[in-house]
């Protein structure tokens, strides 16, 4: 019979074993996963409740600060094991606006200190979080604010933006150059008095506005912002705090938060959505990334010798099928879409992420608002330990049924490949281009006019539906159209080339999936010749105003297409079972497309449209059945007064044609 001490001694062991962390684990998979556990921080005048997750620590210390850079702690304390890997500590009076870290003990060592991963609030540089009362930084009318309504998200014209390019050009007319508040201002005039920033944003008639990642990345040091500094912001730091370098303040956490939901205000006030690039795939760093301070190796994939996997070619890869990685990624976007009025969420090299999580991420947004977008790059950019029918790639898309990804098929087929120089597509010349463009036009689902062997990439359709296919001919990534026009045609005089790249916007707008457009697309956007500017300076990447007047035609015939596409919902029918009833193809030759869109399709105020792509150099005969209004030919919208054609028409080089019957 054991005797008291002997007992209480076993007792005291078995309590102890429920609150001690377990730090050995055969692996990962054998983590504790307080998947319902609430991990951000808890904020009351009273006290604030810290919580982490770090199964694998021994120790965990929360460091105090008066500030957000310099400076010893105020405060440290030890922090308190609970169950499942979870750490936390209360610590009471009014914590609000002190600046905070984690410090993690493995073996006996210490970890560098992290502001975690569920931080709201950072100071310079995102090294310290800041307990942050959130309700504080509201703009006045924040409770009643919200974006733009959607049926479908191919009823959503999307204008893909970097925050630092619109307004840093020294002749934008905008105060706030390379911020948040760079687009809230109104009433901006470039040279020769153009509208510039948000009013031109507007003025183009586009529904939503994708920028560029804009949460807190590496790469701009936010302490010499006089510097010349650039970067598209791919390499993530902290994933719930927007960039300190696009706010006036960098150093006081409350300000970036607030001039970011001002920004989105003031886009909801004009009619236009905000989307944010997210870039879950990777960190900027790795063996310091906050993930690996936190709980190192748990959210990242492996190769079988133990190297980090890099599907993302950015260095490592996150692993979204890890319950934890899983839990962070769906919460992530779900205070993004709360907290900050979010209309929508692009994802970075979204093949990376596994199925189930995307379709998880889908439901937990689409309950938050209805009208939100959520789309991404259905490829990766290595190979991946994740196999491929769990990949969130364009061919699984069928698997994801709320989701949208990008057609490379339509993008590469009007212009060439990306990765070729002197490749060139069916605006600029190409031949046997055609099943390509069509595949496109019908939003890339099953339709029994399209020849799929001859599709360039795809061959078989990948969507279920026309929305989900992103329809663009050009993006950050890459050259500009322009660019890319003038690089593979250089035999091409300037005025082909702009009645190339003209001809590839009017296909991308009088296509079934979402339209998408690169900011300044309609500027004749150049890059001079730079393939990849992620970091190259302003000089390269800014919207360059002074060619909105030099290019005043240009940017009309964009205005108008986007005009059009709006006003005809025969253009952007909801379901594939649509579009196989009322669109058909009609001529279809080397450098030539025509199709019709019958019975006033999607409630069109128009019976019948007829749609045809010349890309030839020559004017070309078309036989018309009957007669028809023509709403818009070369570079000419008769939007009243249309002139009745019958017969043989001409169709001019190089252009769209539109025609339609009442």
Not at 26 to 47: I, N, R, S, V
Not at 282 to 298: A, D, I, K, M, R
Not at 365 to 378: H, M, Q, S, T, W
Request: charged content about 20%; glycine content about 8%; overall charge negative.
């Amino acid at each position: 019979m054991l005797t008291f001490s002997a007992r209480l001694l076993i007792l005291l062991t078995l309590l102890i074993s429920c609150t001690e962390p377990k730090n050995s684990y055969a692996g990962f998979d054998d983590y504790p996963t307080p998947t319902e556990q609430d991990l951000w921080l808890q904020y009351t005048p009273d006290h604030t409740e810290f919580r982490l997750w770090s199964p694998t620590a021994q120790n965990v210390r929360l460091n105090l600060y008066a500030q957000g850079d310099g400076g010893s702690p105020t405060a440290m304390h030890d922090m308190e094991p609970t169950e499942q890997g979870v750490w936390s500590k209360r610590v009471s009076g009014d914590l609000k606006g002190t600046y905070y870290t984690f410090q993690i003990q493995i073996d006996q060592q210490w970890l560098e200190e992290t502001p975690g991963i569920y931080a709201q609030a950072v100071g310079v540089n995102g090294e310290r979080a800041m307990v942050v009362d959130l309700p504080t930084t509201n703009p006045t009318g924040w409770n009643t604010d919200q974006g733009p309504t959607l049926a479908y998200p191919n009823e959503a014209i999307i204008y893909e933006l970097h925050v630092r390019d619109l307004s840093i050009h020294p002749e934008s007319g905008i105060i706030h150059k390379g911020k948040f508040l760079g687009l809230t201002e109104s009433g901006t005039k470039g040279p020769k008095e153009v509208v510039t920033g948000l009013d031109h944003i507007k003025e183009m008639g586009v529904t939503h506005v994708h920028l560029l990642p804009s949460f807190d990345h590496y790469s701009i040091n936010e302490t010499k912002l006089d510097s010349a500094q650039f970067n598209w912001g791919y390499d993530p730091k902290n994933y719930n705090v927007p960039e300190g370098s696009y706010a006036t303040d960098p150093y006081r956490a409350e300000v970036r938060i607030k001039e970011f939901k001002q920004m989105v205000k003031t886009l909801h006030e004009n009619g236009i959505g905000v989307i944010l690039d997210v870039v879950y795939n990777h960190t900027g760093v790795t063996e310091n990334s906050n993930f690996n301070l936190e709980v190192p190796g748990y959210y990242y994939r492996f190769r079988e010798d133990g190297s980090y996997s890099d599907a993302a070619a950015c260095g490592n890869e996150t692993a979204s099928d890890r319950a934890m990685m899983r839990k962070f990624m769906l919460e992530s976007v779900a205070y993004w879409a709360r907290e900050y009025h979010l209309d929508g969420f692009r994802f970075d090299l979204m093949g990376i992420h596994d199925i189930t999580t995307m379709n998880e991420i889908a439901s937990t947004l689409k309950a938050i608002n209805p009208n939100i977008l959520i789309y991404g790059e259905g490829w990766t950019a290595g190979d991946s330990p994740l196999p491929l029918d769990q990949r969130g790639i364009k061919v699984n898309i069928p698997k994801m049924p709320q989701i949208t990804a990008f057609s490379d098929d339509l993008r590469d087929g009007l212009k060439g490949s990306v990765f070729e120089d002197e490749s060139t597509g069916f605006v600029s010349g190409a031949q046997n281009t055609e099943a390509s463009i069509q595949f496109g036009v019908v939003g890339c689902i099953q339709h029994p006019e399209i020849d799929y062997k001859q599709v360039n990439y795809s061959k078989e359709p990948w969507t279920l539906e026309p929305w989900q296919s992103i329809n663009y001919v050009s993006c950050h990534d890459n050259h500009t159209l322009y660019d890319k026009l003038k690089i593979s045609r250089k035999d091409a005089s300037e005025a082909e080339i702009i009645a190339m790249d003209k001809l590839a916007m009017a296909i991308v707008m009088t296509s079934q999936g979402v339209a998408f457009l690169h900011a300044g697309g309609e500027l004749l956007r150049t890059k001079h010749g730079e393939h990849n500017s992620y970091n190259l300076p302003d000089s390269i990447n800014q919207l360059d105003w002074e060619k909105k007047w030099k290019h005043a035609d240009v940017v009309a015939y964009y205005k108008q297409l986007i005009a059009m596409r709006k006003a005809h919902p025969a253009f952007y029918m909801n379901s594939a079972e649509d579009v196989r009833k009322h669109l058909s193809f009609n001529q279809i030759a080397n450098g030539f497309i025509s199709f019709q869109l019958s019975d006033h399709a999607n409630g069109d105020s128009w019976e019948h449209i007829k749609v045809i792509y010349n890309a030839q150099k020559a004017s070309a005969s078309y036989p018309l059945n009957g007669e028809w209004s023509v709403y818009l030919e070369g570079d000419t919208f008769y939007d009243f007064d249309a002139r009745k054609v019958r017969g043989n028409i001409a169709v001019p080089p190089q252009s769209m044609m539109v025609l339609y019957q009442q």
